[in-house]
Structures are given as C-alpha cells and as structure tokens.
C-alpha cells in the first residue's frame, strides 16, 4: 500500500500536505521522515502546554489507572472538581461539560432556546457576527457568519441573524420579542483575530439587559489563557449570561464546557447529555490545565510573552513592508497586505516553522502558552528569512 492510497481511505475533509506527524515535545513536532517542525499552529490554539507536555501525560495515566468511564449517569471526581475549579475562577455557577467547542456552542444554543421558551414566551432567536465560526455542527454552522457556507448544507437550521461586528445600531435593529440572545466570539479568531471593541462589548451587555435577552460569549479559542487573562471577557469588564470554552482547557484532548449563571441554567434532566459529556479522563486533564494557568505568574507571562511577539512581529512588518499587527496575548496576526499567506506558509513549513493563513492576506500565530523568547525569536528568524530569499508573487 503506497502512502497515497492511505491517504484516500480518509475522507477528503481537507487540503493536507503528505506529512505524517509521527511524534511532538513542546515547540516540537517531528514528521515521518524525521524532519523537525517549529510549532506556531499547536492544533489551531490547542496545545496550551506545547506537544505531549508532562501536565496532560500525568493526568492522562494517572486517571486512565483508576476509572475512565462510570458513565454520565453517575457523578465523577474530576468533573466535580473541574467544575467547582471553573465556577470558582469565573462569573459562572453551573457547568455542562462536552467533547468540542462546536458541542459546547450547541449546547449554549439550546440553553438559550429553553431560556426564551421558559422566560421570554418562546424567544428563539439568536444575533450572530458576520464571519464568526462558531464550529461545524449544522446549528453551529448556521450560526457562523463565514461567507463561503452560505449555500453549504441548506436547509440552515433557522433562527440565527447576523449583524456587522462591533456596530451596536445594527444589533440593536434586529433584536425582537422573538430574540432569546446575541452571541459573539469576544475575538473573532478564524475569521482573522479581530476583536470586539471593548466599547461595542459593554454597548452589547447594555442593550441585552435593557432588552431583556442573554448574552452568549464563544471563548472556545480566547479562554482558558490565551489573550493574557483567564477568560478575555475579564478585559471588557462585561459579564455573559453563558460562556463557552474548548480548544485550551483539554491541552490537545477533547474537552469543551458550557458555563452559565445559576438564573439561566434551566436545562432540567435529559434536555441535554452525551456519552463522554464529562467522563472522568478528559476532566482530569482540564483539572490539571486550569491548575496550572492559576499558578502565580503564568498568565503574566503570556501577556509578557505576547508583547514580545507582537513587538518581535512590528518589527518583521517595518522591514518587509507588511501590515499592522492585531490580536491579543498569544493570539495575534500579522497582515501581509498581499494575497500571499499561503504561499508564506508553505514556505515557511518547508523552512521547518508551521504558521497558519486564516484569510488570504493574514497569517496568525498561536504558539503554546509557555513558548519561550528563543522559540519566538527562532519563529521570527526563519519568517524573516523566508520573506527575504522567497520570492512572492503580489
Ligand atoms: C474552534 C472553534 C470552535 C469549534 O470548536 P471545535 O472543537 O472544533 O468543535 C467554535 N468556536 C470558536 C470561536 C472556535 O475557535
């Protein structure tokens, strides 16, 4: 059997090249032929501790020799202290674990929907963001603003608006009797880490009190860490009704969660459930993520090592000639101003360095939240060279 013929047996869900990922260690991943990658991507936000990290393995082993699945119909340790850990470090009283941050959002959906049902006389409805993503589920899908899934697996399912990021007038238009929530990414990441202005933030929380409907935050890629505070909506200074995490809080294994405020956590048994939903394996390693985001120090240090990047970024822009630098903590992006950023980034995995494009003229950058200066200013070196010796058609 060739490697190709491996390839197809998987379903064709992306454009990948042939590189087979055989093992990883921090910044590290290493292919089938031994070819050693800097990490930049970390499974898009993911890896909070880098590749395999000594957090995730213990907690993984530790939990695997003891119990992996009761099933959900029974309370679990970990869960319980995943979720006492999570309440006590947020806004938020109760939690609903899921296996993806597109579950969590599912379920942060239907919260909403049982909410307008049981308080708002069957307000459904829910304001969404031009180019958000919210994850690949149908209603997740139908509540994304990417433009290139309008047509994509029609019939939607209904009841999702969308409105222009940070343009409270046209949120303020949409919002009816039948509007059980505005939901929104506090940072929308894939659509090119744009943030929410912190003004349009409190405008929203403002008019969803005034109106009398919830307000939904998708920190599935900004919690846990990754903008420099716990959850970024700490930097608004604005309060959800319900939050949703995944990516960060498993380090790389499936674990997402719904968090909401006791008077909106209406769900009453068998609204909402699942296999995995919180199975002890998977919590234990959240138990152990979030441990270590709330030691002394650690979220100081993403803002430091933030700061040095976007300053080590600023400064390949002035001498290349590219864009301005957006984003926060360790999720930023760098505008190329051309249409070459996957052009940048196949380079760049040739030179030994994985970036990510999230639009055409954008590359962004996701390191793990420990990543060294030497690792950054290792990234900054092989970008530098790749824009000097590669030639780009712009
Ligand atoms: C990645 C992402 C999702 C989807 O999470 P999955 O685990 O891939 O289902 C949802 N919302 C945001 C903001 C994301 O970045």
């Known amino acids: 059997m060739t490697e190709q013929d491996q390839f197809d047996s ?47 393995v213990d907690a993984l082993t530790r939990q695997a020799n003891s119990l992996i699945n009761p099933s959900p119909a029974f309370y ?73 899934w309008k047509e994509l697996f029609e019939p939607k399912v209904p009841g999702f608006l969308k409105v222009p990021l940070n343009d409270i007038d046209a949120v303020d238009a949409v919002v009816t009797e039948k509007t059980a929530a505005v939901m929104l990414e506090p940072i929308l990441g894939e659509a090119g880490v744009i943030p929410a202005s912190e003004c349009f933030l409190k405008e929203l929380r403002k ?3 005034e109106r009398g409907v919830l307000l939904i935050l998708d920190e599935v890629q900004t919690g846990m860490g990754r903008t420099g505070k716990l959850f970024a909506y700490e930097q608004s200074g604005v309060e959800p009704d319900i ?49 270590a985001l709330i030691e002394p120090q650690f979220l100081e240090r993403v803002r430091e090592h933030g700061d040095y990047l976007a300053l080590r970024l600023e400064e390949l822009a002035r ?25 940048v980034v196949e380079r760049a995995r040739d030179w030994g360095l994985l970036l990510n494009a999230p639009r055409p003229t954008l590359l962004r950058f996701m390191p793990a939240l420990n990543v060294s200066k030497k690792d950054i200013d290792e990234m900054i070196g092989i970008l530098d060279g790749v824009l000097s010796v590669e030639t780009f058609s712009r």
């Not at 998987?10 to 990658?37: C, F, N, S, W």
């Not at 769900?267 to 909402?272: I, L, R, T």
Request: glycine share 14%.
């Open 207 to 209: 008019l969803t009190r």
């Open 10 to 56: 998987l379903m064709a869900i992306a454009k990948r090249p042939p590189i087979i990922m055989t093992h990883g260690k921090g910044a590290r991943l290493v292919d089938q032929h031994g070819k050693e990658y800097l990490d930049f991507i970390q499974g898009w936000a993911v890896n909070t501790f880098g590749h395999s990290p000594e957090i995730v």
């Open 319 to 343: 001498r290349h000639g590219l864009g301005t630098v957006q984003g926060r903590g360790l999720l930023l992006a760098l505008d190329l101003k051309y249409e070459i950023a996957e052009a």
């Open 76 to 148: 679990n340790g970990p869960a319980l202290d995943l979720a006492t850990k999570l309440s006590k470090n947020s806004c938020f009283d109760r939690v609903f674990f899921t296996n993806s941050g597109a579950e969590a959002n599912e379920g942060a959906i239907k919260l909403a929907r049982k909410w307008g049902c049981k308080y708002r006389g069957g307000a459904y409805e829910i304001v969404t963001m031009e180019n958000s993503f919210h994850g690949r589920t149908l209603a997740t899908m139908s509540a994304s603003g990417k433009p290139q």
């Open 243 to 291: 939050m949703t995490l995944g990516k960060g809080i498993g380090a790389g294994v499936p674990l997402a969660a719904v968090l909401a405020k006791e008077e909106v956590s209406c769900f009453d048994p068998g609204d909402q459930g699942g296999t995995y939903n919180g199975n002890p394996l998977m919590a234990a390693v959240g138990c152990a993520v979030l441990d």
